[in-house]
């Protein structure tokens, strides 16, 4: 299961981080798209070390190396105008909105979100234009797992990791919720009891 960062700040965020890695968290998205490249640099520095290989980068990916991050995110727009960057030995992901772009991805990706699965939690207005559980039939890339993101809540975990995700991305359901540790502890008991 991986989390993705709310664009914005949030209050007590890196601490809420580090207690989401401290309940097994294994991958936190850093999606800030505002913030500078000190803004970033600030950011990932309050994060503990051990939690570092646990980070993948959504933007300013210059900064990867010096943090010792090895994973890096491409948007979609990344992707298809400056993906000729040297990715040596790093873990890649992307961002997919069709089973077409999905199935059309190069094999560099380990895995790609393919969204939204559902009515957006934390975007306005932003629902599936097909239902992607019909079109992951139509599924041929086998060589890059394949991440829900998109509305992903307790309530549907079970139904989406059945319809042929192999995983799932959670962040409004976190991020807007009072209690982002317990609700992310119900997720992943969820998760766990679907993957074992």
């Given at each position: 299961m991986i989390v993705i960062t709310n664009p914005s700040s949030i209050a007590n965020e890196i601490s809420i981080i580090e207690s989401l890695f401290e309940e097994?968290?294994?991958?936190?998205?850093?999606?800030?798209?505002?913030?500078s490249e000190l803004e970033m640099a600030q950011f990932i520095h309050q994060i503990r070390l051990e939690f570092r290989s646990k980070l993948a980068l959504h933007n300013h990916h210059e900064l990867a190396e010096d943090f010792g991050i090895n994973r890096i995110h491409f948007s979609e727009k990344d992707r298809k105008s400056i993906f000729s960057i040297c990715q040596d030995q790093k873990i890649l992901s992307t961002s997919t909105h069709s089973i077409e772009d999905f199935n059309s991805l190069e094999n560099d990706f380990d895995y790609a979100f393919l969204s939204p699965?559902?009515?957006?939690?934390?975007?306005?207005?932003?629902?599936?234009?097909?239902?992607?559980?019909?079109?992951?039939?139509?599924?041929?890339?086998?060589?890059?797992?394949?991440?829900?993101?998109?509305?992903?809540?307790?309530?549907?975990?079970?139904?989406?990791?059945?319809?042929g995700f192999d995983d799932?991305?959670?962040?409004?359901?976190?991020?807007?919720?009072?209690?982002?540790?317990?609700?992310?502890?119900?997720?992943?008991?969820?998760?766990?009891?679907?993957?074992?």
């Open positions: 097994g968290l294994s991958l936190l998205h850093i999606r800030k798209p505002d913030f699965v559902y009515k957006s939690i934390s975007k306005v207005d932003y629902h599936p234009k097909e239902n992607l559980f019909e079109a992951l039939k139509r599924r041929t890339n086998h060589k890059t797992k394949v991440i829900a993101l998109g509305g992903i809540d307790a309530k549907n975990i079970k139904e989406t990791l059945e319809n799932v991305a959670l962040l409004g359901t976190i991020w807007n919720n009072e209690n982002p540790i317990k609700q992310f502890k119900l997720c992943q008991k969820i998760a766990h009891s679907h993957l074992v």
